[in-house]
């Protein structure tokens, strides 16, 4: 089955230190990986994608993501952390099902960037 | 550009009530989802549309719930009788086609909290 495992429910940092929110996945074939980030009370928006090409994607808000094949594992990064980082962080795999493509969602990681 | 607009933004109500949920998607985008999001959970899928048609249902409890998109626009997604572990946000999402590299642009959901 395809997944995705983020094994953080939290993370801390202080502001303008660097970030990282892990995720690991588990799909059959070449994997679309993607994140989001959710706001209080807002939509899931989203963030970045990997499809195929360079492993280091870069996405908004200065985040990017490394994917790493051997390691199953697409960790989102900011060198830098704000104050307005803090959120819900979710990692998604695409996986074909049901004659169409979804999305399949893991936990969430909550990110707290303390000034 | 609009985005995916959704309605009521919160909704209470007692246990074997009904309510109904209204998703506007992106004008043009062929592919609707209903996600349901339980508190500490990522966003599962419920309910997938390509135009008018269902695409997957397959996680959606058809004895309580139900959703339909007429004229492949609006879509309502309705649940009844409710239980209590029905409480979550209900997000919509909509992107383009089908088959497309799996970007998803999500409304700002609707909470429902069942007493």
């Known amino acids: 089955a395809q997944s995705v495992a983020q094994p953080e429910d939290q993370v801390n940092v202080a502001e303008g230190n660097p970030l990282t929110v892990k995720c690991t996945y588990s799909?059959?074939?070449?994997?679309?990986l993607f994140w989001y980030v959710q706001y209080p009370n807002r939509g899931l928006q989203f963030l970045l994608k990997y499809i195929t090409g360079d492993n280091l994607v870069k996405g908004s808000y200065g985040f990017e993501a490394e994917f790493n094949k051997s390691q199953t594992s697409f960790h989102l990064k900011k060198p830098s952390a704000l104050v307005s980082d803090s959120a819900l962080y979710f990692c998604?795999?695409?996986?074909?099902?049901?004659?169409?493509?979804?999305?399949?969602f893991g936990a969430g990681t909550t990110v707290t960037v303390r000034a | 550009e609009a985005g995916v607009a959704q309605s009521p933004r919160y909704k209470i109500i007692e246990k074997r009530q009904s309510v109904a949920f209204w998703c506007n998607p992106i004008?043009?985008?062929?592919?609707l989802y209903w996600y349901q999001q339980i508190l500490g959970q990522g966003p599962k899928l419920l309910i997938q549309f390509q135009n008018n048609g269902v695409v997957d249902d397959s996680q959606l409890p058809k004895d309580r719930f139900s959703a339909e998109r007429l004229k492949g626009v609006d879509s309502t997604l309705k649940i009844q009788p409710a239980k209590l572990e029905d409480s979550a946000v209900y997000l919509c999402?909509?992107?383009?086609?089908?088959?497309?590299?799996?970007?998803?642009?999500f409304g700002e959901g609707s909470r429902l909290t069942v007493l």
């Open positions: 004008s043009g985008h062929a592919t």
């Open positions: 998604a795999v695409r996986w074909f099902s049901s004659n169409d493509y979804k999305l399949s």
């Open positions: 799909v059959s074939g070449n994997p679309y």
């Open positions: 999402a909509s992107s383009p086609r089908t088959g497309n590299t799996g970007e998803l642009f």
